[in-house]
């Protein structure tokens, strides 16, 4: 968190477009040296404490868009392990990984109505099967499995990112767009719980408190 912050000091005082697409996967559990658990801090901490940081920044700008690629609903086995959000017991990169998409879903929701009246619109995306490497995370036989599926089915880098750079050209108009592959996902899924999107909201803030300002 403090090196996500001291980014933000970095950046310029006006932002267009704030793409949030970092994110790390481990088969072991990594806690950082502020008490985080690793995916946790980085697929959802420092998303939430980007968008907040660089609001003013983002607010400058004619028409200030925050792109998030995420699960964008329908993962059935992403929860929010609402007790242990940092998976101290029964952690596995699946866990890890499905929590974060679900819960980056939870913060556009979270954004749109903590902010209702910023001109930020906010744009969750899900590129679906991309042949990106991360099966390498894996180990074998499923490495093997998911590598070569998604070298026949998963769309390129290169495709992916041109379909970004078109949504990027064209925002949405409205407050919070869910998209896969483009196609739009209704926001009254439970994915997007507005209930569940403030809980969330509220317990962000208060981990990432020391460095929202």
């Given at each position: 968190m ?6 933000t000091?970095?950046?310029p ?18 806690v ?8 946790f ?10 968008a907040?940081?660089l ?6 700008a ?6 998030n ?5 329908g ?5 929010i ?8 017991d029964?952690?596995?990169l699946f ?13 556009g ?10 001109q ?5 995306y ?6 990106s490497?991360m099966?390498?995370q894996f ?5 093997a ?10 769309s390129s ?6 379909l970004?750079?078109a949504l990027?050209?064209q925002?949405p ?7 896969r ?33």
């Amino acid at each position: 968190m403090r090196q996500t912050a001291a980014l933000t000091n970095r950046l310029p005082d006006k932002i267009d477009v704030l793409v949030l697409a970092a994110g790390r996967f481990d088969k072991r559990r990594v806690v950082t040296d502020e008490g985080f658990e690793q995916t946790f801090a980085i697929y959802v901490l420092s998303r939430y404490l980007l968008a907040e940081r660089l609001r003013p920044a983002l607010e400058r700008a004619e028409a200030p868009l925050i792109l998030n690629l995420c699960g964008t609903g329908g993962i059935r086995a992403g929860r929010i392990n609402w007790n242990d959000l940092q998976l101290a017991d029964g952690y596995s990169l699946f866990k890890a990984t499905m929590q974060g998409a679900r819960a980056n879903d939870l913060l556009g929701a979270g954004f749109a109505d903590a902010h209702p009246e910023s001109q930020i619109r906010y744009a969750l995306y899900n590129p679906l099967f991309v042949n990106s490497g991360m099966h390498r995370q894996f180990g074998q036989p499923t490495r093997a499995i998911v590598g070569a599926s998604a070298a026949l089915f998963g769309s390129s880098t290169d495709t992916s990112a041109a379909l970004l750079a078109a949504l990027l050209a064209q925002p949405p108009t409205a407050p919070l767009t869910a998209l896969r592959r483009g196609a739009p996902v209704p926001l009254t899924r439970p994915e997007f719980d507005r209930p569940a999107a403030a809980r969330l909201y509220t317990l962000l803030a208060e981990l990432t408190e020391p460095h929202r300002v």
